[in-house]
């Protein structure tokens, strides 16, 4: 196991800010692409957000292109979700996970997950 560990989470009204940040242990964190996934109430995990090694490549869904940033600090080993503008249909868990490239399907390993709730 790589040992992904999220953190960041947490109540946020509509229009705040949150950072999430995944922390990778007992691995090198270059050696992988990294994706953030969110699971809602009652539905599917999807895919929101990936970063290639390197950092030079970025993609994100549709319904958060423009309001979420997904960077990377290879040497801190951290990973990190800057999100904007949030709506409640934002509120899910969300999940760091591994992957040998952002366009693989599989995951290697995932986080735990962080609960970010959006209400008023």
């Known amino acids: 196991q790589l040992q992904l560990v999220e953190s960041g989470g947490g109540l946020v009204q509509p229009g705040g800010s949150l950072r999430l940040s995944c922390v990778a242990s007992a691995f090198t964190l270059n050696n992988y692409a990294i994706g953030w996934f969110r699971q809602a109430p009652g539905k599917e995990r999807e895919g929101a957000s990936c970063i290639s090694r390197s950092g030079s490549r970025t993609n994100y869904a549709d319904s958060l292109k423009g309001r979420f940033t997904i960077s990377r600090d290879n040497a801190k080993k951290t990973v990190y979700l800057q999100m904007n503008s949030l709506k409640p249909e934002d509120t899910a868990v969300y999940y760091c996970?591994?992957?040998?490239?952002?366009?693989?399907?599989?995951?290697?390993?995932w986080g735990k997950g962080t609960l970010v709730t959006v209400s008023s």
């Open positions: 996970a591994a992957k040998y490239s952002c366009a693989a399907s599989g995951v290697v390993d």
